[in-house]
């Protein structure tokens, strides 16, 4: 790549201050609006099932196209555009009526006390599978779809003038959407690393803290080893690059690749503060007393870059920021990824109306907005300066109010997609296994199912086309129609690759 142009993309990327949170929330809220669309016409229409080549088309515009305009060609006007999805939203609703059969209400399984006996799990439970205790979940999916389809978009858009400067990662101080994306991809990955914690609260087995790191050690490897290829190929083939990003060698796969062993070793701290969302609050508060307290922000920010440390001074600090937005996402995910969350302590009432076993659904939906409304609360506290700590979002730290920030976008966003779900997709009673997952097949969109399935794989070919197509293309020169068309191909290279491993069964480990 030519230095001249090479210092142009560098410059491009350089010194930028970032938007506004509400329009962030703006253009964020086309990802809701778009499976609202999706959902009217599934349950009006009965348009993906069958699924052919006319739905995907159609799937990939939605939650695909949907996006990539958003942050492109609609960016100054996403009210405009958010009103563009559901305006045919509303009309096809009231138009038709519904078309997705009711499901027949099916009697629970009944317990067979040798199984539970062999399972090592508590009585009632009389299966080991997975999916007895931790079902797929319609919104979980659509949520980590959306997010994985629009961090995709953005880490090549980014290259190009069609996509606003604003939405781009700040410099020092400020908000904006790839801020955001990174924050996202973080808690995401803590929301389902929820699983294998309560699968151990099920086990009479406890991992002991050997097991824990030396499972950890291996999800890590491949991460750290991606985190090195990449290191390899952006510095042997004098790739731009923002140096303040994370530094001159540390990557975003190396903060991947760190977070299992940190997070097992705060699990052992879980036996002490029995609430991950309490013990990711303390840490980030103490990271933040570290950062105000020391030299520690002015060195982050304005060290020279002498040795190892000050040169990657950005990836190794704020690692704690994102360490405690995962373990923010495992707290999300104590409560959203089981199958019956009761709400220990709200006085709920079942279906019937009297008073008896909490009614699961309603319990989560309370959770939900409880630690939404909590999250944006303690975030305003932290940033308001007048009422509050008077404190700016850092991405380049990975500070207080960042973590707040992350957490209550994520939780908010978890709670809109329940929402849309409870509402178009609501469940059958005590379903048979067979009908759990008709409900689940009607109510994921298949791109987005594939996306989340596999998510990582996905990521990494986004990555390597991205560094493809700037390295045979001058991307600054495109314009918005051209860019639009790059995309356009991009995403839907990225679309037909993971519905086809879907298609395929395929999952790929990494």
């Not at 439970?125 to 949520?143: H, M, N, Q, S, W």
């Not at 920010?301 to 704020?318: I, P, Y």
């Not at 006085?347 to 699961?360: A, T």
């Not at 303690?378 to 920030?405: D, E, M």
Request: proline share 6%.
């Amino acid at each position: 790549m030519a230095n001249s142009y090479k210092a142009l993309k560098e410059d491009f990327v350089s010194n930028l201050t970032g938007g506004s949170i509400s329009e962030i929330n703006a253009i964020t809220m086309v990802a809701p609006a778009a499976i609202i669309l999706w959902s009217v016409l599934q349950t009006r229409l009965s348009y993906f099932t069958p699924y052919g080549i006319p739905p995907f088309f159609m799937d990939f515009l939605l939650n695909c196209g949907a996006l990539l305009f958003a942050i492109t060609i609609y960016s100054s006007t996403p009210l405009l555009f958010n009103a563009l999805l559901i305006s045919p939203a509303i009309l096809i609703y009231l138009a038709f009526p519904p078309a997705v059969p009711r499901h027949k209400k099916a009697k629970p399984p009944i317990p067979k006390a040798e199984d539970a006996r062999n399972s090592g799990k508590p009585a009632g439970i009389t299966t080991v599978e997975e999916g007895d205790l931790f079902p797929r979940k319609a919104f979980v999916t659509i949520y980590r779809g959306c997010m994985m389809v629009i961090t995709c978009l953005a880490i090549l858009a980014v290259d190009f003038k069609v996509f606003p400067r604003r939405f781009a990662k700040v410099e020092n101080w400020g908000t904006s959407l790839m801020d955001l994306g990174v924050g996202s991809f973080v808690f995401s990955a803590g929301l389902v690393g929820a699983r294998p914690v309560l699968k151990g609260q099920y086990s009479e087995q406890k991992a002991t803290l050997g097991n824990r790191l030396y499972t950890a050690a291996r999800h890590s490897l491949s991460l750290l080893l991606l985190g090195l290829v990449r290191l390899y190929c952006v510095k042997g083939l004098d790739y731009a690059e923002h140096v303040t990003e994370y530094g001159v060698h540390w990557n975003f796969f190396f903060t991947l690749g760190f977070l299992p062993p940190f997070v097992a070793l705060f699990q052992s701290i879980f036996a002490y503060i029995p609430s991950y969302a309490l013990l990711s609050l303390l840490l980030s508060i103490a990271y933040q007393v570290a950062l105000d307290g020391t030299g520690l922000k002015a060195y982050v920010l304005t060290a020279k870059r002498t040795n190892l440390l000050s040169q990657n001074r950005e990836g190794v600090f704020s690692f704690f920021g994102y360490l405690a937005i995962f373990l923010a996402g495992q707290a999300t995910g104590m409560y959203v990824i089981p199958r019956n969350y009761t709400g220990e302590g709200w006085p709920l009432r079942n279906n019937s109306g009297n008073s008896g076993k909490p009614n699961p659904r309603r319990a989560l939906l309370y959770t939900l907005l409880s630690w939404s409304a909590i999250w944006i609360l303690l975030f305003n506290l932290s940033t308001h300066l007048k009422f509050g700590l008077g404190l700016q979002v850092s991405r380049r730290l990975a500070n207080l109010p960042y973590f707040l920030w992350v957490t209550a976008f994520n939780t908010t966003q978890l709670t809109f997609f329940y929402l849309i779900e409870s509402f178009f997709f609501p469940p059958p009673q005590n379903p048979s296994p067979a009908g759990e997952s008709q409900h689940y097949s009607a109510a994921v969109s298949k791109v987005l199912h594939a996306f989340n399935r596999n998510g990582l794989p996905v990521f990494l070919l986004a990555n390597l086309l991205t560094g493809l197509v700037n390295l045979t293309l001058r991307t600054l020169d495109f314009s918005p129609l051209e860019a639009i068309g790059v995309l356009g191909v991009y995403a839907a290279v990225l679309a037909g690759v993971a519905v086809g491993l879907d298609t395929y069964d395929v999952v790929i480990r990494i």
